[in-house]
Antibody, heavy 117, light 108 residues
Framework: EVQLLESGGGLVQPGGSLRLSCAASGFTFSDYAINWVRQSPGKGLEWVATIGSGPGYPYYADSVKGRSTISRDNSRNTLYLQIDGLRADDTAVYYC??????????WGQGTLVTVSS | EIVLTQSPATLSLSPGERATLSCRASQSVDRYLAWFQQKPGQAPRLLMYDISTRATGIPARFSGSGSGTDFTLTISSLEPEDFALYYCQQRTNWPRTSFGQGTKLEIK
């Protein structure tokens, strides 16, 4: 069974940093691209970043580019997202999702990031 | 950036009725259009991809249609578990993807 489990969310002050993790199981992690997608309270879905299994990656949305780093450790079947310079509009539930050519077919349950003083 | 506009924002129907949800793209997305269902407190669930291909385990009452910039998700006969939020998504410029703002399907 494919499973994705996010962790690392919490309350952070504006300007702070956070590292989110996504532990994967039930599939060959290294074979797949993985995404981070976020959902602000009461709002829709926003793609944040993608890291692939091959060269030419990663990619970032303009809203986080320059202050975020997506990475993966295939030996630990884990995906990471480091976000620096956090702002109030980064407040959201952050989901990781397995990707097949642009189709996020499995999602984790999400981890909530709240940016507030 | 390709903008997806979903309509209506809220759709109120009764179990057994037919639901028709729309998604319009600001430019052609070819066949790269997907639909997701999201229930309160849950992650999105892939329903449909490439306009009309049902994801694994999705019942046949769900169908997708359309082309170019105009797409439709149809639920032929609503079951109680179908009342949820629905999002469309395009992947024309993958991995740079975008989602619609959602349609809430609520019980009338």
């Amino acid at each position: 069974e494919v499973q994705l489990l996010e962790s690392g969310g919490g309350l952070v002050q504006p300007g702070g940093s956070l590292r989110l993790s996504c532990a994967a199981s039930g599939f060959t992690f290294s074979d797949y691209a993985i995404n981070w997608v976020r959902q602000s309270p009461g709002k829709g879905l926003e793609w944040v970043a993608t890291i692939g299994s091959g060269p030419g990656y990663p990619y970032y949305a303009d809203s986080v580019k320059g202050r975020s780093t997506i990475s993966r450790d295939n030996s630990r079947n884990t995906l990471y997202l480091q976000i620096d310079g956090l702002r109030a509009d980064d407040t959201a539930v952050y989901y990781c999702s397995r990707d097949i050519g642009g189709r996020p077919d499995y999602w984790g349950q999400g981890t909530l990031v709240t940016v507030s003083s | 950036e390709i903008v997806l506009t979903q309509s209506p924002a809220t759709l109120s129907l009764s179990p057994g009725e037919r639901a028709t949800l729309s998604c319009r793209a600001s430019q052609s997305v070819d066949r790269y259009l997907a639909w997701f269902q999201q229930k309160p407190g849950q992650a999105p669930r892939l329903l449909m991809y490439d306009i009309s291909t049902r994801a694994t385990g999705i019942p046949a009452r769900f169908s997708g249609s359309g082309s170019g910039t105009d797409f439709t998700l149809t639920i032929s006969s609503l079951e109680p578990e179908d009342f949820a939020l629905y999002y469309c998504q395009q992947r024309t410029n993958w991995p740079r993807t975008s989602f619609g703002q959602g349609t809430k399907l609520e019980i009338k």
